[in-house]
Nanobody, 124 residues
């Protein structure tokens, strides 16, 4: 059963924007921190951003800080990743994941629920 589902990926030119969504089906044990990760071809999965359950605290990788914004809509059980000023280096499959511990945890193995991923491709 799908517990987290990403959407919003696609093809965009460099400098463009995309908004990714991560919907919780209601089957994820709460509360949890939601993280976004990405995996580029030939590279390890890397942390992008995270937001705590209340939406009051966020964490960003240096590579995206100032360009990406993570937010939560509790009523819709959805976490968003607004991506702006996209670069070809942002091309990757983006995953959302749930971490039952505190925000600030960036290691993928501490996230115990994962979505299927959505492809983001940035052309130069």
């Amino acid at each position: 059963q799908v517990r987290l589902a990403e959407s919003g990926g696609g093809l965009v030119q460099a400098g463009g924007s995309l908004r990714l969504s991560c919907v919780d089906s209601g089957r994820v044990v709460r509360p949890y921190t939601t993280g976004w990760f990405r995996r580029a071809p030939g590279k390890e999965r890397e942390f992008v951003a995270a937001i705590n359950w209340s939406g009051t605290d966020t964490d960003y990788a240096n590579s995206v800080r100032g360009r990406f914004t993570i937010s939560r809509d509790t009523a819709k059980n959805t976490v968003y990743l607004q991506m702006a000023s996209l670069e070809p280096e942002d091309t990757a499959v983006y995953y959302c994941a749930a971490n039952p511990t505190r925000i600030g945890v960036r290691t993928p193995r501490y996230y115990n629920v994962w979505g299927q991923g959505t492809q983001v491709t940035v052309s130069s």
